[in-house]
């Protein structure tokens, strides 16, 4: 099949001959292709408008060696589709898209782009979700870039080149992070000291990619992107949600509960699920269910 250029996104052809949902690549504002869908709102009434425009778009980024097509990111996509149309895609190095993993670096474009083109669709009013490191990417995202009305982007706070973050629509109205990060680097349980292997040896980059399907960069972050924790004050006034389970087992409670210590008081709301697990493998439809009508709840606008 062919496809044809349409400036940032590349549409299959196929997408013009099927009925939703529709399947795109996106080019990310450094030239790698993303493969996203976008699924329309599947009630037809509450917080499901007649018009894009009337409906809020939640944008998903899933976790490390997750992608699109994963059991795990099309439950969550059917549950929010309950609330809210749904742009999923998959993080560069994953799935079908182009390019190789940072592991939470150079994503922050990946997630632009599903929301620049949430956007284009015609959805005033998109809200992110991440998991795992897709949540620290929800955080760094809603930290660099700005709705219109506050200034566009912030330079000087991140690794990726400032220019990237001119806004065009690429702002997030509100931010949920489930399961994510405080900090870097951080090696205190044996899933994380397990993911470092896969991250920064060639063994364990070999596994990475024909046993997970995620095809993970050599080079050291150089220099460091803004930390969770850093990123977190600067996403006000948009609201945030942090989601964290008491029985994670890659982050323990100190990295939500240092989140939103540095949310201040007004910052953030923080849910500690009982019996959770890790991201969106442990999230159940109920909780899903929740996020998602807190997304779409018209205070948190």
Do not use: K
């Amino acid at each position: 099949m062919s496809s044809v250029s349409e400036g940032r996104i590349r549409r299959s052809s196929v997408s013009l001959l099927t009925p939703p949902p529709q399947c795109v690549t996106l080019l990310t504002d450094d030239g790698v292709p993303v493969e996203a869908v976008y699924e329309p709102c599947t009630r037809r009434s509450g917080p499901c408008g007649a018009a894009p425009a009337d409906t809020t778009a939640i944008v998903v980024a899933h976790g490390f060696t997750g992608a699109v097509d994963r059991p795990a990111v099309r439950r969550a996509a059917r549950v929010f589709a309950r609330h809210a149309a749904v742009v999923t895609f998959s993080f560069r190095g994953h799935g079908r898209s182009g390019g190789r993993s940072t592991v939470g670096d150079r994503e922050v474009l990946d997630l632009a782009a599903a929301v620049a083109w949430a956007r284009e669709l015609g959805h005033r009013r998109v809200v992110t979700v991440g998991f795992s490191m897709g949540g620290s990417v929800v955080l760094r995202h809603g930290a660099l870039y700005d709705a219109p009305a506050h200034a566009g982007a912030r330079p000087g706070t991140d690794s990726t080149d400032p220019g990237a973050y001119a806004d065009a629509g690429a702002h997030a109205d509100a931010v949920v992070s489930v399961s994510a990060p405080a900090r870097w680097y951080y090696r205190g349980t044996a899933p994380m000291r397990r993911l470092h292997w896969v991250v920064t040896r060639p063994s364990g980059r070999f596994v990475g990619r024909y046993g997970f399907r995620t095809r993970i960069a050599t080079e050291d972050w150089d220099p460091v992107p803004l930390p969770p924790v850093a990123a977190v004050p600067r996403i006000a006034p948009a609201p945030l949600l942090l989601v964290h389970g008491d029985r994670d087992p890659y982050f323990p409670l100190d990295h939500p509960r240092m989140l939103a210590e540095a949310a201040g008081p007004d910052g953030a709301e923080l849910w500690v699920e009982r019996g959770m697990g890790h991201a969106e493998n442990a999230a159940d439809d109920a909780l899903l269910d929740r996020i998602a009508a807190w997304a779409t709840d018209g205070t948190t606008a």
